[in-house]
C-alpha cells in the first residue's frame, strides 16, 4: 500500500510505502501518479521472492524510466519536452498528458499516430484528443493520419484547426 502520495516540484513522487512488518519513504525518480501503481506492483513481487524492504527501496529510487515512456528533455530556449513516443497506447498519453499539465505553464501537446490498436483505433482516437483538447492552456499539435482526419472529421461533430 501506498499513502502520502506527493509530487515534488520537478513532477517526481514521493510517498510512504508499506511493507509487512515495515514503513519506507520512497522518492521514485519517475514522472507520473501512474508509476506508484507500478510500484508498488514491483514492490510486491520483490518482497514476495523475499528481496528485503532495503532493497526495494533501493532498486525504486534509483530506476529510471523506459525509453521513449515519460522521459523528460530540456529544449529550445529551457522548453520541457516529455517523450512519451515509443508505442503509445491511450492511457500513456493520458498520463503524459497529465503530466504535461502539471509540469508546464505553458503546454504544448505533440501527437502522432497510435498504432496496433485495431477495432478500437477510431474510439481511442477520440478519447485521446478529447483529453488534449478540453480544459484550460491547452494546445495540442498534432500529426499522423489519424490524428489529423479526427481532428477535421471527428464524431462529436466539430472539426479542429490543426494550424491554429
Not at 508498488?40 to 532493497?55: C, D, N, R, T, V
Not at 500513456?92 to 503530466?99: G, L, N
Not at 509540469?103 to 501537446?109: C, G, V
Not at 478529447?130 to 480544459?135: D, F, T, V
Request: proline share 4%; net charge negative; charged share 20%.
Amino acid at each position: 500500500m501506498a499513502k502520502n502520495i506527493t509530487i515534488q516540484t520537478n513532477g517526481h513522487l514521493t510517498f510512504t510505502l508499506f511493507l509487512p512488518g515495515k514503513n519506507t519513504a520512497i522518492a521514485l525518480p519517475l514522472l507520473g501518479e501512474h508509476n506508484v501503481t507500478n510500484a508498488l506492483a514491483a514492490s510486491a513481487m520483490a518482497f514476495a521472492m523475499g528481496a528485503s524492504p532495503e532493497s526495494i527501496k533501493k532498486g525504486l529510487e534509483t530506476v529510471t524510466p523506459e525509453y521513449g515512456r515519460l522521459v523528460e528533455k530540456k529544449g529550445f530556449a529551457d522548453a520541457v519536452i516529455i517523450d512519451d513516443s515509443y508505442n503509445a497506447n491511450p492511457a500513456s498519453v493520458k498520463a503524459a498528458i497529465q503530466v504535461l499539465m502539471q509540469k508546464s505553464t505553458y503546454p504544448i501537446l505533440v501527437l502522432g499516430d497510435m498504432a496496433e490498436l485495431g477495432e478500437m483505433t477510431q474510439a481511442a482516437h477520440e478519447d485521446v484528443h478529447h483529453e488534449a483538447l478540453h480544459g484550460e492552456r491547452r494546445k495540442a499539435e498534432v500529426g499522423g493520419e489519424r490524428h489529423l482526419e479526427e481532428l477535421h472529421v471527428g464524431r462529436h461533430g466539430h472539426g479542429v484547426d490543426p494550424l491554429r
